[in-house]
């Protein structure tokens, strides 16, 4: 059988590049080894789906280089995406910091997608095993039910995480054949585990989340950070996961916007302990654990300057260092993938091999928590459906 466009991987990525082909009057076949598409959209944003965020910028995106992603971005906006929400009678929001959601189900955005595709004569072909991927003029792909040939291939087998959602390494190695290098992949988006000892020490504060600055490197990310029964998880959390590197310290800032230097001098004559002055400011749980293991808790008049001062420092910058993280299991995203140097920035077309394009989380383009990882896979997808 022939076409002119296939595309493996009916996720987010490779269903907007087929909408965008198929406008195009290009004929395109979708392949995809699971039995539904956009699994992922649908468990996205804790099934509301935070399918854009309104303060997009190449800042918010991490890759090897930084403005691989801008040129895709600019074509391709947020606005562009809620034209298309908004054409479907989907009703939406605005969370915090330009965020995105559906009011309703992940599902209508999925909905959505079907839609388009349909309209543009898009063929879909689920539950279909890729076997072999060859080229000789035209790419040849080799299927569980048969045998396709296509001008183009796109591979938007998006990345390693979440493989109970049917994640695979297949785009890599896909990369690999064609002699197109790699970033090493690794878990990002992801909550961190704690070394045996800090286990034994707040594993007891699971479920407790208080308000911090987490630090890693120079990358700072305001936000909630979560105890969990293994470490730490939570926004904050999850933004500077993606910054760490194996055995690095991360730093918390436990009271942020608030001086802690100056609290302490203000009650110094006073006799309340120190836990409970802590809960004032965090939450109790956590304050009491906190000193029985950094600052054993007297009353505050019984503290001498030293003392104080080496608290208040404490309090603003936590040192922690995890053993790791949870891996891929809980990742949402993953870090690295196709080198961008391998790719033109305009097309997503591998630069040494005429027809082959790489989209969405497969490329090492990651972005931060809030909309901006759809946004990527919407539009890288969006440019290469102009191209192939
Ligand atoms: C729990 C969770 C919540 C998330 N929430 C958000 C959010 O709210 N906002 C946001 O911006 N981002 C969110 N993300 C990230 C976002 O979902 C992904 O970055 C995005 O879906 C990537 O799109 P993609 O098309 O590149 O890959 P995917 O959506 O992963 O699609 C890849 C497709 O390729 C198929 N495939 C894989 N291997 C093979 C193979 N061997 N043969 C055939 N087909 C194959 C898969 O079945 C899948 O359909 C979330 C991720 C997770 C895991």
């Known amino acids: 059988m022939n076409t002119n466009v296939i595309i493996i991987g009916a996720g987010a990525a490779g269903l907007m590049c087929a909408?965008?082909?198929g406008k195009r009057g290009r004929p395109v076949i979708i392949l995809d080894h699971a039995s539904k598409i956009g699994k992922k959209?649908?468990?996205s944003g804790g099934g509301r789906?935070?399918?854009t965020n309104l303060n997009i910028q190449a800042e918010n995106y991490i890759s090897a280089n930084p403005h691989f992603c801008k040129s895709a971005l600019a074509r391709f906006t947020p606005q562009d995406f809620i034209a298309l929400v908004k054409k479907h009678r989907i009703s939406y929001?605005?969370?915090?910091?330009?965020?995105m959601f559906c009011n309703g189900s992940s599902r209508h955005i999925v909905d959505m997608l079907l839609d388009e595709c349909n309209s543009s004569g898009v063929e879909m072909r689920l539950n279909c095993e890729i076997k072999e991927i060859t080229k000789n003029i035209s790419f040849i792909v080799k299927t569980n039910s048969g045998a396709i040939e296509s001008e183009s291939l796109v591979v938007a087998t998006g990345g390693l995480s979440y493989p109970n959602l049917g994640a695979t390494d297949i785009g890599h190695h896909v990369a690999a054949q064609f002699g197109l290098r790699i970033i090493p992949p690794k878990p990002a988006l992801v909550p961190f585990t704690f070394s045996r000892g800090d286990r034994e020490k707040f594993g007891e504060l699971s479920g407790v989340s208080l308000e911090a600055v987490v630090i890693c490197g120079k990358h700072k990310f305001r936000g909630e950070m979560l105890f969990t029964h293994k470490g730490l998880s939570g926004p904050a959390i999850l933004q500077a996961s993606s910054y760490r590197e194996d055995g690095e310290e991360i730093l918390v800032n436990l009271l942020p916007g608030i001086d802690a230097h100056?609290?302490?001098p203000s009650n110094r004559q006073s006799k309340i302990e120190m836990k409970n002055m802590l809960s004032r400011y965090l939450p109790r749980r956590f304050a009491h654990t906190w000193c029985k293991f950094y600052l054993p808790s007297r009353p505050l008049c019984q503290y001498n300057d030293k003392e104080?001062?080496?608290a208040s420092h404490l309090l603003h910058e936590w040192i922690i260092?995890?053993?790791g993280t949870e891996g891929y299991r809980t990742a949402e995203v993953t870090a690295?993938?196709?080198?961008t140097d391998e790719l033109s920035s305009k097309t997503m077309e591998a630069k040494k091999v005429q027809g082959l394009y790489f989209i969405g989380e497969v490329v090492d383009v990651t972005g931060h928590l809030g909309g901006y990882n759809l946004h990527w896979a919407w539009a890288s997808g969006w440019a290469a459906g102009q191209y192939a």
Request: hydrophobic share 40%.
């Open 41 to 43: 959209i649908l468990v």
């Open 308 to 310: 104080l001062f080496d």
């Open 321 to 323: 260092k995890p053993a």
């Open 49 to 51: 789906c935070n399918f």
């Open 336 to 339: 690295g993938g196709v080198d």
């Open 262 to 264: 100056s609290i302490f």
């Open 19 to 21: 909408i965008s082909a």
């Open 93 to 99: 929001n605005e969370k915090e910091d330009g965020q």
